[in-house]
């Protein structure tokens, strides 16, 4: 690659738990990766592994890592590898680099849902990301969403923001029998009402018939602010996996009757598409990027309380040739969404910011 201009990305975020975050990051670097661009040597530099979450003393010390990496280490590594930008893409970017920056926000969650993160939280990824977003010479969100609140809240200009949605990996279309189960798949912290979709759950299964037979509920995730919570709230119809594999992961989609993704805001929602990509039909709250991702095919809830969400699922098991339909018509849905078209706009974000 002689020649080839530097790009430094910051895959620290990779280190991290299989959130929906250290996905993107993966299967980003893949992406540029295949592409394999002449004019650009991208370079993934992932820093210091993180100290497992256990309480508030690891949790600090994740966020110095953090601040010490990013605000630190980047920039010296940027100056050492003579890189001609540098990509932060997750929310948070250096303070000062020696090149252009580019900066993925994901989301303002903390700004639309306040109610649902700690304030300290709240207080540094207000501070930090939107310093990101304006010092950046171009800000990619992966929704019109998280756009329009860059715009509105943070002033981010919009000639600054490419709008470059989350791919989703090939899926083989092969024919899979569906199991009587809903499928939820993330953390346990408020913002994805978790604790609502159990309590909505079990009123669902206690009233429902034997013909169709009811759905029991499989929750793929572990962890947040409210894990005692749902633990508590399960009952013997409610199966928690805690986090698990991305084969595992592919087969829960593969076999389950319904995706439930209750979440009160989210910046892409990556587990819809997923289950979209794999034939599962999904029911989504309709808010923030979550019509933008689900579109026509998925179906929606406008009541997220428990009683809501139970009434709504009564209503959308109640006919599952229909369901089993609507999963056909995600699967198509999904395959719009390419890792190859992420590659090259991001790549033409980068050659836009070296050269602006």
């Keep these: 690659m002689s020649g080839a201009r530097v ?22 670097q893949a992406a540029l990766a295949t592409a394999d661009p002449s004019d650009l040597d991208v370079r993934f530099r992932f820093g210091p592994p993180p100290f497992p979450r256990r309480n508030r003393l690891t949790s600090l010390g994740n966020a110095a890592l953090d601040l010490v990496w990013v605000h630190v280490a980047l920039p010296v590594i940027a100056r050492r590898e003579r890189a001609a930008v540098v990509h932060a893409p997750f929310n948070w970017g250096p303070r ?17 849902v306040p109610e649902t993160f700690p304030a300290g939280f709240r207080r540094f990824a207000r501070l930090f990301t939107r310093m990101s ?3 950046a010479r171009i800000v990619i969100t992966t929704s019109n969403t998280t756009a329009a609140d860059l715009i509105e809240l943070y002033r981010i200009a919009p000639d600054r923001i490419r ?4 791919g989703i990996r090939p899926v083989d279309a092969g024919a899979q029998q569906r199991e009587p189960f809903i499928l939820a798949v993330g953390e346990f912290e408020p913002r994805k009402r978790i604790v609502e979709l159990v309590e909505g759950h079990r009123a669902y299964f206690r009233a429902a018939s034997d013909d169709p037979p009811p759905c029991r509920l499989v929750l793929a995730g572990a962890g947040g602010s409210q894990e005692a919570d749902v633990r508590a709230a399960a ?21 389950a009757t319904l995706l439930v993704y209750p979440s009160s805001y989210e910046g892409f929602g990556l587990p819809v598409l997923e289950a979209m990509a794999h034939g599962c039909p999904a029911l989504v709250a309709r808010n923030s990027s979550l019509t933008e991702v689900g579109g026509n095919a998925a179906a929606y809830l406008d009541d997220p309380t428990a009683a809501g969400i139970a009434a709504r699922l009564t209503e959308v098991l109640a006919d599952r040739a229909a369901l089993a339909a609507r999963g056909e018509a995600a699967r198509e849905h999904a395959g719009r969404f390419s890792w190859s078209s992420v590659a090259q706009a991001t790549l033409d974000a980068y050659r836009e910011a070296i050269g602006a």
Excluded: N
């Design 7 to 28: 790009v430094i990305v910051d895959g620290r975020m990779a280190r991290r738990r299989r959130t929906g975050a250290a996905t993107y990051v993966h299967d980003l």
């Design 96 to 112: 000062w680099s020696p090149c252009p920056t580019v900066v993925t926000v994901q989301d303002l969650a903390w700004e639309r």
């Design 133 to 135: 977003a304006r010092r």
């Design 163 to 166: 709008t470059i949605p989350i």
């Design 235 to 255: 009952g013997p119809e409610c199966e928690l996996l805690g986090f698990v594999s991305d084969a595992a992961l592919a087969d829960l989609y593969r076999r």
